[in-house]
């Protein structure tokens, strides 16, 4: 399931939906090698513990939604974009984008170069894009794009083909960016939601590679969630064992394997086409069914699900929400 439900016994970090980081995306622009889109989808419309709805409020106005971008191998952040919410008396939510480099990338906390500010949050069909610069930015509800047969995987990975998200919303930070910030070259990607409720900043969830904060954390995930890529190699016997147990893997194997998939980072060439898992992330390729090979040493190999058919061949790439939560009824 991604990042989805990344918290304890699949509930949410923090007891907050809107801090749950769900899927990173990061592909070329369609028609355009000389920009990037970057996608941090947080907060999922259907909770499974508890079940039901989480909260219509789209994002949590005490928290920072950041991009870390390792510029040169050290899985240390040398760029970061930022993204703060605030709200109106009535409710609606405004975002601000700002960029740091340096020892401020690699840091706790909100400040930063403005790169857009007070940009309209979507809540209905349409999707409200602002520009600035080489810049495009998108912040609201759309249509999950994550496909995977939650329940079956839940039930002892006995999988049915029934897409749990196939109706299901999520909320999307999407970037367009110039290939010129991202640095030069290969970089290492990842995302990560900052709460700030407490009075101080405090890492709520963060990573890169699909489903692995879920499934095989054990019980360290709650340092997971708050630690950083650079110290990633102590978690590796934790992986290893989760794969022992899940994969039938020798104890050799299983660190070997779990070597692989840590520092958990998604890494990206923009000068390549995006295939998972060998560069970067297209909204429609099938991670699940690489992490499910992983995860039990190939005994399965696909939750026989799909991408989904509403995703848009333009900005900002997601199809429109499932369900409207405002009273302004737009068309998209």
């Not at 030069?184 to 890492?203: C, F, Y």
């Not at 360290?220 to 899940?246: C, I, M, N, Q």
């Not at 991408?307 to 061949?313: F, G, I, R, S, Y």
Request: glycine share 10%.
């Amino acid at each position: 399931m991604s990042h989805h439900y990344s918290g304890p016994d699949y509930g949410f970090p923090h007891g907050d939906a809107r801090l749950d980081i769900t899927d990173l995306y990061v592909f070329p622009k369609p028609g355009d090698t000389g920009k990037s889109i970057l996608i941090m989808n947080v907060h999922p419309a259907v909770g499974v513990n508890p079940v039901g709805p989480t909260t219509d409020e789209p994002f949590a106005t005490q928290a920072v939604y950041e991009f870390k971008i390792d510029t040169n191998g050290d899985a240390v952040a040398d760029i970061a974009y930022r993204v703060r919410f605030s709200s109106s008396k009535d409710g609606v939510q405004t975002a601000t984008l700002r960029r740091v480099e340096g020892e401020q990338a690699a840091g706790t906390g909100d400040e930063g170069q403005t790169i857009i500010e007070a940009a309209p949050v979507s809540t209905a069909l349409e999707a409200r894009v602002t520009a600035s610069g080489d810049y495009s930015f998108f912040a609201g509800w759309r249509s999950d794009p994550f496909f995977f047969d939650t329940m079956g995987a839940l039930n002892n990975l006995q999988f049915t083909g029934t897409d749990f998200f196939a109706e299901a919303d999520v909320c999307s930070i999407v970037l367009e960016v110039p290939n010129s910030a991202l640095g030069a070259g290969k970089i290492g990607l990842w995302h990560r939601t900052v709460d700030g409720a407490s009075g101080k900043w405090v890492q709520a969830d963060r990573g890169a590679l699909p489903s692995q904060s879920v499934f095989l954390t054990g019980e360290r995930k709650a340092d997971y969630l708050a630690g950083e890529p650079r110290d990633d190699a102590r978690f590796v016997p934790v992986f290893a064992h989760s794969l022992e147990h899940t994969g039938g893997y020798t104890k050799e194997e299983a660190t070997r394997v779990a070597s692989t998939l840590l520092p958990d980072i998604l890494f990206y060439d923009p000068t390549r086409p995006a295939a998972y898992p060998d560069n970067g992330r297209k909204l429609s390729d099938d991670v699940m069914d690489v992490f499910i090979s992983i995860l039990t040493n190939g005994k399965e190999t696909t939750d026989n699900v799909g991408p989904h058919k509403d995703l848009l061949t333009d900005f900002p790439y997601l199809g429109a929400p499932h369900k409207v939560r405002s009273s302004e009824l737009m068309v998209a």
